[in-house]
C-alpha cells in the first residue's frame, strides 16, 4: 500500500542532514546554507529545494532472494 502521496514528514538529524523520505537516499546537507549567512534566508531556501525533490512514492522492496535492505542506512541513522 503506497501511503507516500499524503505524506507530509521530513526528517532532519542532529548532524544537519534532511531526509525527504525513509525510502529514499536522497538527503540534503543543510550545515553549509545554515553557517554561510547570518539570517535564515538561505537556510530557508536550501530547505524549500529540498523538500521539492520529497519523491510520491518509496523504494521499500523487499527482494527476499537476496535479504538486502532497500535502504543503506539504518532506520535509526533517520529518526525514524
Same mark, same amino acid.
Given at each position: 500500500?503506497?501511503?507516500?502521496?499524503?505524506?507530509?514528514?521530513?526528517?532532519?538529524?542532529?548532524?544537519?542532514?534532511?531526509?525527504?523520505?525513509?525510502?529514499?537516499? $536522497? *538527503?540534503?546537507?543543510? @550545515? /553549509?546554507?545554515?553557517? =554561510?549567512?547570518?539570517? $535564515? *534566508?538561505?537556510?530557508? @531556501? /536550501?530547505?524549500?529545494? =529540498?523538500?521539492?525533490?520529497?519523491?510520491?512514492?518509496?523504494?521499500?522492496?523487499?527482494?527476499?532472494?537476496?535479504?538486502?535492505?532497500?535502504?543503506?542506512?539504518?532506520?535509526?541513522?533517520?529518526?525514524?
Amino acid at each position: 500500500h503506497n501511503f507516500c502521496e499524503s505524506c507530509n514528514r521530513v526528517r532532519l538529524t542532529c548532524t544537519g542532514t534532511l531526509y525527504m523520505c525513509l525510502g529514499q537516499e $536522497d *538527503a540534503a546537507d543543510l @550545515r /553549509a546554507p545554515l553557517r =554561510a549567512s547570518p539570517d $535564515d *534566508a538561505g537556510l530557508h @531556501r /536550501a530547505m524549500e529545494e =529540498a523538500i521539492s525533490r520529497k519523491p510520491k512514492g518509496h523504494d521499500f522492496i523487499i527482494d527476499r532472494r537476496r535479504a538486502k535492505p532497500a535502504v543503506g542506512r539504518h532506520m535509526s541513522v533517520t529518526g525514524g
